[in-house]
């Protein structure tokens, strides 16, 4: 699950209570959570909001693909001299 923390109101900057500063801190510090701020009624960065979870959702579903190549195949080891992984099929087991 992907979380991230929008701050709304922007547009109301006169009234803030809490400094940015402080709630990045406090998300950051506290779960981890990527912090945004944005004005529904002036649409400032609401685009941005969903441009993060959807970066985040694809990175996500990158490393999950690169957990299953990963136990697909064995990588053996880095090689020193071209620097590429040498990766060597699991043997099948069973008749075919």
Do not use: W
Not at 18 to 43: F, H, L, M, P, W
Not at 67 to 75: F, Q, R
Not at 77 to 89: A, P, R, V
């Amino acid at each position: 699950m992907e979380i991230l923390v929008v701050g709304n109101k922007l547009d109301l900057i006169e009234q803030r209570r809490v400094e940015k500063s402080q709630a990045i801190n406090y998300y950051r510090e506290n779960g981890g959570y990527k912090y945004i701020e944005a004005s529904a009624k002036d649409g400032t960065n609401v685009l941005k909001i969903f441009e993060e979870l959807t970066f985040d959702l694809a990175n996500k579903h990158q490393k999950e693909k690169e957990k299953e190549v990963n136990n697909k195949y064995k990588i053996k080891t880095l090689m020193e001299d071209n620097n590429k992984y040498i990766i060597k099929d699991k043997k099948k087991k069973g008749c075919c």
